[in-house]
């Protein structure tokens, strides 16, 4: 699901009235939910800033007419003298409030309104609402912080959805196989089913799909918080695909699927620090999608090389199946997503974890993984992961 920010405020603004001010200050058009709030924080913070100006201003005028006073007592001028003193010093003390008083102004419009309309924003952040955002207008540092806000409600937004999202998918995941649960052990219950082993069975391979989804799920939630712990250790990459080959040759061979393992000449060892368990699993999970998308007949090569720069390890996991639609490859690598909809683990296809939790389990690792896939023609991922594997 792609998610589409909200309005920009930039975009408002464009379209101002003749007398100044956003488009939603007209009559009648009250423009968006968070336009009142800001409108109101810029009011408040223009009177904030008249009233002590015009406290400056009448204390200047109170102080010049004493100052007056005083002077013409102190060289024995008339009433007259003291006047024409009196008028010099408030017109001079007026004047320069004034001045004051028109940059004040100037600084307002280039500081306090672009302050109140992120004080506005983050308020309505605050209450949930991840549509706001800032006109990108003022000073320089002002219009950087309009942007650095905007682009933290839109991650935010962004993380609110995915949430969402994450949510739905668990729930849909989880409903399935405790359905099937629930209805086998009520059969039995009201004598539907008897307590054969087949039914026994299914029902305890239904909790096992729970258990792998939970251990998913907590894997994948650790490695994105880079909390998953990794036994570092020296790897043979030959017996890492030796392992793999093992795993699966069985699976393949029965299901008319030709399974090549290319292992790293002997006399140039292979080797990279890193989690066994975890570099397993990630083939593991690349040679088990690929099985299930490559018909009888198939082929799905693994093999190990040695980067250009002798600085690691490049494994790459082929196979010569259905391929992937261009329009679905920059999704593949998500939680929960398939190609198919309709398809869910109990069709054979898996959690939808698997791709998501290998990148992790990569990127862990130090690495990089890609996929290049043509309609027909099959699939191949590439994994680059360094020698030190930090």
């Known amino acids: ?78 009433g007259q003298t003291a006047l024409l003193v009196w008028v010099g010093g408030c017109g001079l003390g007026l004047a320069l409030p004034m001045l004051a008083g028109s940059l004040a102004f100037r600084a307002f419009r280039s500081i306090a309104r672009p302050l109140a309309g992120v004080m506005a924003a983050a308020d309505t952040v605050a209450e949930g609402d991840f549509r706001v955002r800032v006109p990108e207008y003022g000073p320089g540092e002002f219009s950087r912080l309009a942007r650095s806000f905007n682009r933290m409600v839109e991650e935010l937004a962004r993380a609110d959805q995915q949430r969402r999202n994450l949510t739905a998918d668990v729930a849909h995941e989880l409903r399935t196989p405790l359905h099937i649960i629930q209805g086998n052990l009520e059969g039995i219950l009201d004598g539907v089913y008897e307590p054969t082993p087949e039914h026994v069975g299914a029902t305890l391979e239904e909790t096992r799909v729970l258990a792998r989804l939970v251990e998913d799920l907590q894997t994948l939630s650790l490695a994105e918080a880079g909390q998953l712990p990794l036994y570092r250790e020296p790897v043979d990459v030959a017996e890492l695909l030796t392992d793999v080959e093992t795993s699966f040759g069985g699976q393949a061979a029965t299901t008319g699927i030709s399974l090549m393992v290319k292992t790293p000449d002997a006399s140039q060892p292979l080797t990279i620090v890193g989690d066994a368990g975890r570099l397993n699993q990630i083939l593991n999970n690349l040679v088990a999608n690929a099985l299930r998308h490559t018909p009888a007949g198939g082929q799905i090569s693994l093999r190990a090389e040695p980067l250009s720069n002798d600085s690691g390890v490049r494994l790459t996991v082929q196979d010569s199946g259905e391929g992937i639609p261009p329009d679905d490859l920059p999704y593949i690598f998500e939680r929960f997503w398939r190609g198919d909809k309709a398809r869910t683990h109990s069709g054979g296809v898996g959690g939808g974890l698997g791709l998501a939790i290998t990148r992790q389990l990569v990127q862990a690792h130090g690495g990089q993984i890609r996929v290049e896939s043509e309609l027909g023609q099959g699939t191949t991922f590439v994994i680059d992961l360094p020698e030190g594997s930090t």
Do not use: E, Y
């Open 1 to 78: 699901m792609t998610l589409r920010p909200g309005p920009s405020w930039k975009d408002h603004w464009k379209h101002t009235r003749p007398g100044g001010g956003p488009p939603w200050a007209s009559a009648g058009h009250h423009g968006p939910p968070w336009a009142s709030a800001w409108q109101h924080r810029g009011r408040f913070l223009f009177f904030r800033f008249a009233a002590i100006f015009g406290v400056i201003a009448l204390l200047t005028v109170a102080g010049m007419a004493v100052l007056a006073f005083l002077l013409t007592r102190f060289f024995g001028g008339d």
